[in-house]
Nanobody, 115 residues
């Protein structure tokens, strides 16, 4: 069973920064590609970022240049550093095992960007 626990969300002003964390258990973390997704009110869940086993990264156009995904294999943890936050970044953020794929989701963490 893959277990994912997202933390670090909160209220931040536009232009601010936030770091999300995802503690992963139940898998060989170092052998998995991990990612972040988000779901805003009234919108479909969307992919945000990806980090491979070797550390290569990819980002959605909406966050490219502002967000940074990273991982600490010693801690079995994935991070999402969010800078220059915009109101449209407001959403519940989820981490996800992307490869090998797994259907399990964590509880997510709420990020609200508002003045």
């Amino acid at each position: 069973q893959v277990q994912l626990v997202e933390t670090g969300g909160g209220l931040v002003q536009p232009g601010g920064s936030l770091r999300l964390s995802c503690a992963v258990s139940g898998i060989n973390f170092r052998s998995h590609t991990m990612g972040w997704y988000r779901q805003a009110p009234g919108k479909q869940r969307e992919w945000v970022a990806r980090i491979s086993m070797g550390g290569g990264t990819n980002y959605a156009d909406s966050v490219n240049g502002r967000f940074t995904i990273s991982r600490d294999n010693a801690k079995n943890t994935v991070y999402l550093h969010m800078n220059s936050l915009k109101p449209e970044d407001t959403a519940v953020y989820y981490c996800k095992t992307m490869w090998p794929p797994n259907d399990n989701w964590g509880q997510g963490t709420q990020v609200t960007v508002s003045s």
